[in-house]
């Protein structure tokens, strides 16, 4: 098949164009902007490469496609043409991605696109809400749940480690004995952004704000204690990491759920979430 579209490389001189693309959806974008703003557009302060469907024809200066490859790839926008011109540039190299994740239709149309060479995933989620909450939460808070310090990362480290484990389905600690996983969680607790409610030194409730850009907090890690569910713990916990969002740093509080975690959307709706777009995820 003849491709003429081509993904590019972009660089600082592409900074407005960008900007103009993560604003059109801040919550969608917000793991994207939240590299962005902090480290601008050069590969190496930005950890990963953005890419933009090819602009040849196009005078709007408008991006028909972007495209965030790193850690995780995350196709942001892009019509077949520009998603095809994304696989095309991704299987010119060894994949280094853990995950593809981002607005569903870009994600599985890109997946189409590449499953023929980087397949069998491990897990194709098709379908997990996007959500949403720009006020106060509608259910009270749990006064108990409170910022992690950074001198009990050892007592949160095995509650984080359960919550991956259970959520994607692979031990943190494989490959390099959980050293960078360790990094990042002591990353987060240092930044403010590890929340948990202990009872007798144990962690009964965690939850992370894992993305922060200027306008959206992404939660994610939401965990109770198996001994504790059905407690409620997980809805009041959420609502006082949203009213740290909201309340405290001026944020849209956002997450995204797989569409089958019946009770989780049950609580996120309950706290005030509203379906706001819809995500999938690529797991390998």
Request: proline share 6%.
């Amino acid at each position: 098949m003849l491709r003429l579209a081509g993904a590019r490389l972009l660089g600082d001189r592409d900074h407005s164009a960008v900007r103009a693309v993560l604003a059109a959806d801040p919550v969608a974008s917000c793991m994207v902007s939240a590299r962005v703003e902090a480290a601008g557009l050069d590969p190496w302060r930005l950890g990963g490469e953005l890419w933009a469907a090819d602009l040849r024809g196009s005078r709007s200066g408008k991006l028909p496609g972007l495209c965030f490859s790193g850690p995780n790839l995350i196709p942001l926008r892009g019509n077949a043409s520009a998603l095809r011109s994304f696989a095309d540039r991704a299987l010119r190299r060894q994949r280094i991605c853990s995950s593809l994740v981002g607005p569903a239709e870009q994600v599985l149309g890109l997946w189409n696109e590449l499953a023929a060479e980087w397949g069998p995933a491990r897990e194709v989620r098709e379908d997990q809400p996007l959500m949403a909450l720009d006020t106060q939460p509608a259910v009270p808070a749990d006064r108990c749940v409170r910022p992690v310090q950074p001198a009990e990362l050892e007592r949160y480290l095995p509650a984080a480690i359960a919550m991956f484990t259970e959520e994607v389905g692979v031990d943190p600690r494989a490959g390099d004995g959980g050293a960078s996983y360790r990094a990042r969680v002591a990353e987060l607790i240092a930044g403010g952004r590890a929340f948990a409610r202990f009872e007798n030194g144990e962690v009964v409730f965690k939850a992370e704000i894992g993305a922060l850009s200027r306008h959206v907090g992404q939660i994610q890690g939401v965990w109770v204690h198996p001994e504790r569910r059905g407690h409620g713990l997980g809805t009041a916990g959420t609502a006082a990491v949203v009213n740290r969002l909201v309340g405290g740093m001026g944020r849209t509080a956002s997450l995204y759920v797989n569409s089958f975690n019946a009770p989780a959307l049950a609580a996120y709706r309950r706290i005030g979430f509203r379906q706001v777009g819809r995500y999938a995820t690529v797991l390998f």
